[in-house]
């Protein structure tokens, strides 16, 4: 009987001793989550949101950090955003706000409870409270490198000891490229799909290192979850379950887009008349002035914007922007025009072969529009030779 109570008593002893211990090391009386949002049905969503949730106890707050803030009204805002000299900044809200209206998007909510110390919390806390300040917070955004949850990670990675090493959470072998296309075809933006690789360059296909896949919000909070070194999530759980989604795939596709127009021009060429002749004269005409206007758009994003990204863009070896000169005289008589519709051909020809082996991965649903251009710029040669001809006889 002496051996239980004594042993009891160790016991009772040993439980306060912890409760004790665990209350002083949490003195801080802040919680700090992250909070992982999936995406919803608009572009700018498509790939998630990461934001951190603090819960003071001291002050009576629960408040959200997003650093994911932009403002429409900005002086100049669409010039910004094209040249990449956007300013985003962290915003606060009240916890209950920033649910409701994720709910309100159906979107999803996942909150990780994140172990730090008490003194790391006041640390991590003074922090944002310094960073939401009007002088310090603005930032220059970046998609790949500085955005709303690279800049989490940086707050976590800085601020626990040891410093967690987050896994990777992607294959070692995927691209910046692969990573958005997988969002871009699991949400069926195919349109959204074709003009992001248009615009986007060579560097979209460099393999991301471990850190780099983290600018995804769901990479980073799985990650989170995996640390090898540490224990950096000591709870997790979901907000809000995401419901069901209304996206429905789409039949018309830039595929079939651009499928269809060659079907077009393959139809009007079987008329041998007049009216379907000059027809096809001003299509030609007007297909190589848009393909020349699209390339005059990828020079300036290459040379005059501060997007990484957008530079060393192979998508220019088909959409030349002389095309936009050449529109004008695809059917003059002229050895000049003649001599640069063949190498126009035979550089077209040589792309179509290495389409596969090229640095930067293009879009298949250019593949028509390539071989449409091909066969105008050849058709120019046989009508200039058939007038020539006339005019010699």
């Given at each position: 009987m ?10 009772s002893i ?22 992982t949002?999936t ?14 949730r603090?819960?003071?106890?001291n ?6 950090y997003?650093?994911?803030t932009?403002n429409?009204?900005d ?9 990449g ?10 916890f209950q ?26 640390i991590i806390h003074r922090a944002?409270i ?10 220059m955004?970046?998609?790949f490198?500085d ?8 707050i ?11 896994p ?10 692969n ?5 871009l ?5 195919l349109?959204s799909?074709?003009?992001?690789d248009i615009?986007l ?10 850190s780099?896949?983290?600018?995804l919000?769901?990479?980073l909070?799985?990650?989170?979850d995996s640390?090898?070194n ?7 759980k ?7 989604s209304n996206?429905?795939?789409s039949f ?8 269809s ?6 139809l009007l060429?079987?008329?041998?008349n ?15 002035f ?17 997007h ?6 192979y ?14 005289f695809i059917?003059?008589?002229s050895?000049?025009v ?14 179509l072969c ?6 930067q ?8 529009l390539i ?23």
């Amino acid at each position: 009987m002496k051996n239980i109570f004594l042993r009891f008593l160790f016991i009772s002893i040993t439980t306060i001793f912890q409760i004790s211990s665990a209350a002083a090391q949490d003195s801080s009386r802040i919680k700090i989550s992250l909070l992982t949002c999936t995406p919803g049905e608009e572009l700018y969503s498509t790939f998630g949101h990461s934001a951190l949730r603090v819960i003071d106890s001291n002050s009576v707050t629960d408040h959200v950090y997003n650093f994911g803030t932009f403002n429409f009204d900005d002086a100049g805002f669409y010039l910004k955003f094209v040249r990449g000299h956007l300013r985003y900044y962290v915003n606060v809200e009240e916890f209950q706000d920033f649910k409701f209206g994720y709910i309100a998007e159906n979107r999803g909510i996942t909150e990780q409870d994140l172990n730090f110390t008490a003194a790391e919390k006041i640390i991590i806390h003074r922090a944002l409270i310094e960073n939401k300040k009007e002088e310090n917070k603005f930032y220059m955004y970046d998609f790949f490198f500085d955005n709303c949850t690279t800049r989490l990670r940086d707050i976590l990675v800085k601020y626990h000891q040891p410093k967690p090493l987050l896994p990777a959470v992607m294959p070692t072998t995927y691209t910046f490229r692969n990573a958005i296309h997988q969002y871009l075809d699991g949400n069926n933006m195919l349109w959204s799909k074709f003009g992001i690789d248009i615009l986007l360059g060579a560097p979209t296909d460099a393999v991301m290192t471990i850190s780099q896949q983290q600018f995804l919000p769901e990479n980073l909070m799985k990650a989170v979850d995996s640390t090898k070194n540490t224990e950096l999530v000591s709870s997790s759980k979901n907000l809000y379950v995401l419901g069901e989604s209304n996206t429905k795939k789409s039949f018309f596709t830039p595929l079939v887009l651009f499928a269809s127009v060659l079907l077009v021009f393959v139809l009007l060429s079987l008329f041998k008349n007049t009216i379907t002749q000059n027809i096809l004269k001003l299509l030609d005409s007007f297909l190589f002035f848009s393909v020349g206007l699209l390339g005059l758009l990828l020079v300036f994003m290459w040379v005059g914007t501060a997007h990484i990204m957008t530079k060393n863009n192979y998508n220019l070896l088909w959409a030349w922007p002389i095309h936009i000169v050449y529109a004008f005289f695809i059917y003059k008589s002229s050895r000049g025009v003649k001599t640069y519709s063949m190498l126009l051909c035979i550089f077209l020809v040589l792309l179509l072969c290495s389409w596969f082996f090229l640095a930067q991965k293009m879009n298949n649903a250019l593949l028509p529009l390539i071989v449409l251009m091909i066969w105008r710029a050849a058709s120019s040669i046989k009508t200039k030779q058939k007038t020539t001809e006339l005019q010699n006889t």
